[in-house]
């Protein structure tokens, strides 16, 4: 079915009377916004527009009728095959296209394999290219839910692909393999068109004031569980990144663009971004991202499309769809349309233009085909480009191999099958080995270190080095500190790993892993007569605790370490006494069999009491947990990333329900019902999350013996210095420059041009500190002593006997920093005052919790601490 021009002049009258209607200023400035229509096209391909029944730019379209139509090109065409690669937590399909020309599909394996060929130069380093090698292209579309009109642009991309029968099409069908993934993000995508095609009114409305504009609570932005998955490409926590990086090794493209949208009074973002950079790309990634750019602006300005390249959108944090592809040896690129959420069909900008959804389609339609254009331009250059990244030469710094000692129960087998899922290389020694120059995460200094058998070996000496050093370098040249993100990443420090890096080889017989290390997980002595104990130091007791909870069991938890048959548990270790689970009696083995295996621990099994050493099992330094009821604060102002955090801690890794209660139900809830009420970051003032009432409440609720977890800046909010809550203080600014001291603040003569520098210095944009822990509260069982804390705020809390501190930051100022980037101002501040600790309140307490503990599910190192805070401590 063809659609007539009719039509089409319908909907612009529709437009405009609509328009009028709010009296905005719509007449006289609207375009149609024509995709090439200078091109042919195969009549019998349906256009977007045929197929959908209304014009693209109209409405939005659900992700069912997205697919529906890479379905149908898959139907009609040779030229376009289409590949589930994963489903989301909401079960929508996650699919790529595949569109060359049909000799090349013919071919496709072949060309696939000779493709990844370059991604593995071998020993000889660089072989050439093939003079007839078809570029790969990655389009990706829609990874921010409610940043829509890319996905609508993805369908139009195909169409042109798949169907145009001019001479450049069919060149770009020739020389390329285009992969178009239509939607990164469909339950977020999805979130936002219900959202939408509910709130619009018939008439149209460019107020972006509007109900219709002003999306709700947590926005669609993120997936299921409110993650920002333009920040999971490197760490895969989520089944949509797992699944798209499997295809994306498969197919390993040379060139990748992201296509996002920004705020709608912007005009559109093209390449290049700004600093900082990271050095460990090759020399030559810049220059090609401004060719693309110049690409996209020779199709900007032909149609008047308005454009800035250069600002705002740094490349250096490894985790978004524009920085991983460059990462593997990609030209890896970032699109912003202005639009947005607030954007809907059409929103009146601040200098008064009606930006509709036709355009912003228009725009990253453009963008798109004018990307595959310079990619195959540029063909041979780009390949060499590709494969040259790979190569030996093009490997920097003195780094030889990483050393991931294997402990069995912490974060490395996370860290290591996230290492496999990129391609890279990993081993695992098969003798002990001493190292002369094993290098330290906390403070970079060398010294001789020994290893067992079974570590894991990380060499520098394959093709994925710029990815490795990118991903495991304890800190990364950074020379500008206004940054878009986060300032480090090192993923040992990040799962807070005791591991080692050295320059030259590691020098120990090695054997390859293949497969990612499960966690030892079953029952030693499962017919014990006695006791039941899991340690906690496990990475997933906590998920133990909950289905021994689950399943009736009563469950203590060790106070205090206690050896038996010179194994040591230590604290907070799991207790099941079989004489207080008598009626289990019959049962027990096999419950205790099931959950090991579910839960992935390992359950000893004790036939007595007596411990060689430290407390006995039946001790009253045991304590009874009993399975808490939990709630956690989501909606406005809560920070949806945070909660989220939380949320997926709970659901998902520790398998524990918890209650999510809306702000606004703050002040009726029934309080009594829980024993924890876990309180997230907030934007803004607390007060707008609970007004003095709902203040009160929780204050009387605490007395009452309630356990309150307030986390990042609702910590700080706790103080005496804000709310008065406790007595817990608030570090000071030092105020010992003597300018300061007179009342003047030196910034207050920072010049104009300056002051985002200055603001860019005195944040600091998530650096590593390193933490001291006591281990021996129960806030801290089962966590290291050492504990690299992630920090984005310049507040710290000051220890005093008032209140149990149990993590505090290195005291000395030059052992604060352990990577990232802050001022020293900031470094002195925090130097030996604390970020962890419990104060208590009448029959409760309150937990303080100042950095984020599972930030981005990554920065998980200090995660055991909010378990524990959640699951252990209203007992204690
Ligand atoms: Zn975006």
Not at 237 to 253: C, D, K, L, N, T
Not at 358 to 369: A, V
Not at 594 to 616: H, L, N, P, S, Y
Not at 798 to 804: G, N
């Amino acid at each position: 079915m063809v659609i007539k021009n009719s039509t089409f002049f319908l909907f612009l009258a529709c437009l405009i009377i609509a328009a009028l209607t709010v009296s905005s200023p719509l007449f006289g400035q609207e375009r149609d916004f024509r995709f090439d229509p200078g091109v042919t096209y195969n009549e019998e391909i349906p256009t977007p527009e045929a197929f959908l029944g209304y014009k693209l730019g109209s409405t939005f379209t659900l992700h069912s009728d997205v697919v529906g139509y890479f379905k149908k090109l898959d139907e009609l065409s040779d030229r376009l095959s289409l590949h589930k690669y994963g489903e989301t937590y909401e079960g929508r399909g996650l699919y790529y296209a595949v569109i060359s020309s049909e000799e090349n599909q013919a071919n496709i394996a072949e060309l696939r394999e000779e493709n990844l060929a370059l991604a593995n130069p071998g020993e000889n380093d660089n072989e050439g290219v093939a003079a007839d090698q078809p570029i790969t292209v990655w389009l990706s579309y829609n990874v921010h839910g409610n940043e829509p009109s890319s996905s609508e642009a993805a369908m139009q991309s195909a169409y042109r692909l798949v169907a145009g029968m001019d001479q450049e099409t069919q060149n770009m069908r020739e020389q390329a393999i285009t992969i178009i993934d239509p939607m990164i993000n469909p339950d977020g995508r999805d979130r936002y068109v219900f959202w939408y095609k509910s709130a619009r009114s018939n008439m149209l409305n460019t107020d972006a004031a509007d109900y219709e504009h002003d999306e709700i609570w947590p926005g669609g932005r993120t997936n299921h569980y409110w993650f920002d998955l333009n920040r999971d490409w490197v760490w895969l926590v989520h089944p949509e990144s797992r699944g798209r990086i499997a295809a994306y090794q498969q197919w390993m493209p040379q060139v990748h663009l992201d296509l996002h949208e920004q705020g709608f009074n912007a005009n559109y973002f093209t390449m290049p971004g700004t600093t900082p950079r990271n050095y460990e790309l090759p020399d030559d990634y810049e220059k090609w991202t401004d060719v693309f750019g110049r690409g996209a602006i020779e199709g900007f300005d032909e149609h008047n499309i308005n454009y800035a390249t250069r600002e705002a959108f740094d490349f250096f944090y490894p985790g978004y769809g524009s920085s991983y592809p460059s990462n593997m040896g990609a030209i890896g690129m970032l699109a912003e349309q202005g639009g947005h959420s607030r954007g809907g069909r059409a929103v009146e900008t601040d200098d008064g233009y009606v930006l509709t959804l036709r355009q912003r389609i228009f725009d990253h339609y453009t963008n798109s085909i004018s990307v595959v254009r310079t990619a195959i331009e540029n063909r041979e250059p780009l390949l060499n480009y590709f494969q040259n990244s790979f190569t030996r030469k093009a490997k920097k710094g003195n780094i030889g191999a990483f050393v991931l000692p294997d402990n069995g129960n912490d974060y490395t087998y996370e860290l290591v099958d996230i290492l496999l899922q990129h391609g890279v290389e990993v081993s695992r020694a098969t003798e002990d080995f001493n190292l002369g120059n094993a290098y330290a995460y906390s403070n970079g200094e060398s010294g001789r270190r020994s290893f067992k058998e079974g570590s894991f070996v990380i060499s520098m000496d394959q093709p994925r080095h710029v990815f490795l050093n990118t991903l495991m370098k304890r800190q990364l040249t950074i020379r500008d500190s206004v940054m878009y993100d986060m300032s480090t990443w090192s993923a040992p420090q990040a799962y807070n790993l005791d591991a080692a890096w050295t320059t030259g080889s590691a020098g120990v017989a090695t054997e390859a892993v293949t497969e990612s290390p499960q966690y030892r997980s079953g029952v030693q002595n499962p017919d014990a007569g006695y006791a039941y104990v899991v340690d906690w130091s496990q990475r997933y007791a906590p998920n133990a605790l909950s289905k021994l909870w689950e399943a009736g069991y009563r469950v203590r938890s060790a106070q205090e370490p206690f050896t038996y048959n010179d194994t040591t548990y230590g604290e907070g270790s799991l207790i099941v006494l079989i004489g207080r689970n008598y009626a289990k009696k019959d049962q027990i083995a096999d419950d205790m069999q099931r959950i090991a295996g579910e839960a992935r621990v390992q359950i000893q099994g004790f036939d007595t009491g007596r411990m060689d050493d430290g407390i006995d099992l039946a001790s009253r330094r045991s304590q009874p947990v009993d399975k808490p009821k939990v709630a956690l604060m989501v909606d406005n102002p809560f920070n949806s990333y945070t909660a989220g955090q939380i949320w997926f801690l709970f659901d998902r890794w520790t398998e524990f329900g918890i209650s999510r209660i809306r702000s606004e139900s703050l002040s009726s809830v029934d309080l009594s019902e829980y024993d924890v009420l876990i309180m997230p970051g907030i934007r803004g003032d607390f007060s707008s999350a609970a007004d003095s009432t709902a203040q009160a409440r929780i204050k009387s609720w605490v007395q009452a013996g309630g356990t309150l977890v307030a986390t990042e800046n609702t910590a700080e909010f706790m103080t005496k210095e804000k709310s008065g809550f406790t007595s817990v203080e608030l570090v000071k600014k030092d105020t010992t420059d003597k300018k300061v001291k007179e009342g003047i603040d030196p910034e207050a003569y920072t010049s104009y041009a300056a002051r985002e520098d200055s603001s860019g210095l005195k944040r600091i944009p998530g650096a590593a500190f390193n933490g001291v822990i006591d281990n021996t509260h129960p806030l801290a069982f089962g966590v290291p002593e050492h504990l690299y804390s992630l920090k984005f705020s310049d507040e710290s809390l000051k220890p005093t006997t008032d209140w149990q501190v149990v993590g505090h930051y290195a005291k000395d100022a030059d052992e604060v920093l352990a990577s990232g980037y802050a001022s020293q101002e900031n470094i002195k501040k925090a130097a030996g005052n604390a970020f962890a600790g419990v104060a208590n309140m009448g029959s409760g307490k309150v937990v303080f919790l100042l950095d984020n503990t599972q930030y981005r599910m990554f920065w998980v190192g200090p995660a055991r601490m909010l378990q524990n805070a959640v699951m252990l401590l209203h007992d204690m």
